[in-house]
């Protein structure tokens, strides 16, 4: 590892599901790494230790059958002499804290979890090819799931068929999909229930696939049957504000300014009390990562970073609109990965 990473430690203790996977490409929660700025050590149990071993490159492995891989990486700590121990503050659990503080009393434990953040927040090529296939995977299903969708249906129903269809190209969920119509679309996280889907109403998709362990992020809305008027008004105010946005973010912004962008066009129609959720966020191997775009984020957006533009108004109890795509920072702007369209439709 860059002696940079590391900063105020020595060595850094990684055991979160999604750390454990950025760092060694295996998807396997029974397992602990250690890092130093020269040698890598990925600690299991015998039951992964061959699937380890074909799939983790460039690690020393430690197999063991004590069950406490975290006890095993403060143990391997200490046998390597390091004194400043970096640990992922955010994600760690207080008895594994307990744990750490036990095993490792004549050293310091040094929070780790922003720097970790910061780094994975710019994706490699490779990373991005991943988000591109997730993408593409979730915008082929879209076109698919809007010829499917009948008035009659439920949400539960569309939701199960979308599910099925993400899965059949070859990726896994991102998050649970949301799937709403009607008033449940005024409802940001709605779930999908047995609402049954009118003859003249409005939906709210929000979806994503994983591939290859990398996550895409998605929401469109639109009419069935036909549109009513204040419908329309809404979607030209919220696809508005998103082309505001996409036309004025640029590398070394912050995510508050960039919320502001938005936040900003609503304000201009008065319905920025409408808005209540932040403008954006990070994609990767979690769904939400670092930077957040919202009011007061200092998150700094750098070429390589990956979030979502998802400006959206909400009226209790009537309907709401979300229009969603991820962007990939570059030099000169953000390059859209995301390519459905995006005019008012009705099926």
């Not at 490792?104 to 090529?125: A, C, G, N, T, Y």
């Not at 949301?178 to 709210?204: A, E, M, W």
């Not at 960039?258 to 990767?284: A, M, P, Q, W």
Request: charged share 25%; net charge negative.
């Amino acid at each position: 590892m860059d002696k940079v990473f590391f900063r105020n430690s020595d060595v850094a203790i990684i055991n979160s599901k999604s750390n454990l996977f950025y760092f060694s490409g295996l998807d396997n929660e029974d397992a602990a790494i250690v890092l130093t700025s020269d040698k890598k050590f990925y600690i299991t149990d015998p039951r992964n230790i061959e699937t380890a071993r074909d799939t983790v490159k460039d690690f020393e492995f430690v197999v063991t059958n004590s069950k406490n891989y975290l006890l095993d990486a403060a143990s391997l700590c200490k046998n390597l002499n390091k004194t400043k121990i970096g640990f992922e503050d955010v994600t760690i659990k207080h008895i594994d804290y307990t744990i750490l503080q036990d095993a490792l009393k004549e050293q310091d434990l040094i929070p780790m979890s922003h720097r970790i953040s910061e780094i994975r927040s710019v994706k490699s090529e490779s990373e991005i090819a991943c988000i591109v296939k997730a993408q593409e995977i979730t915008d082929k299903v879209y076109s698919e799931i809007i010829e499917y969708i009948k008035p009659g249906m439920t949400e539960i129903q569309v939701a199960s068929q979308l599910n099925s269809k993400i899965y059949a190209y070859g990726g896994s969920l991102a998050f649970d999909s949301i799937v709403s119509f009607g008033r449940n679309t005024s409802k940001p996280h709605s779930t999908p229930g047995d609402n049954v889907l009118n003859k003249i109403d409005v939906v709210l998709l929000d979806f994503g696939a994983k591939y290859k362990g990398y996550c895409s992020d998605m929401s469109r809305s639109f009419a069935v049957g036909r549109i009513d008027p204040q419908y329309k008004k809404t979607y030209e105010t919220v696809i508005g504000a998103q082309n505001a946005v996409l036309s004025r973010l640029s590398v070394n912004m912050t995510g508050g300014e960039c919320d502001e962008i938005g936040r900003g066009y609503f304000k201009n129609f008065n319905v920025d009390k409408h808005f209540t959720h932040s403008l954006g966020h990070g994609v990767g191997i979690d769904i939400h990562e670092v930077p957040s775009l919202s009011t007061k984020s200092q998150d700094v957006m750098l070429p390589g970073t990956v979030v979502t533009i998802e400006p959206g108004l909400y009226y209790e109890g009537t309907f709401g609109v979300r229009i969603e795509d991820m962007v990939r920072f570059e030099n000169n702007g953000v390059y859209n990965l995301t390519k459905s369209d995006k005019s008012l439709i009705i099926i």
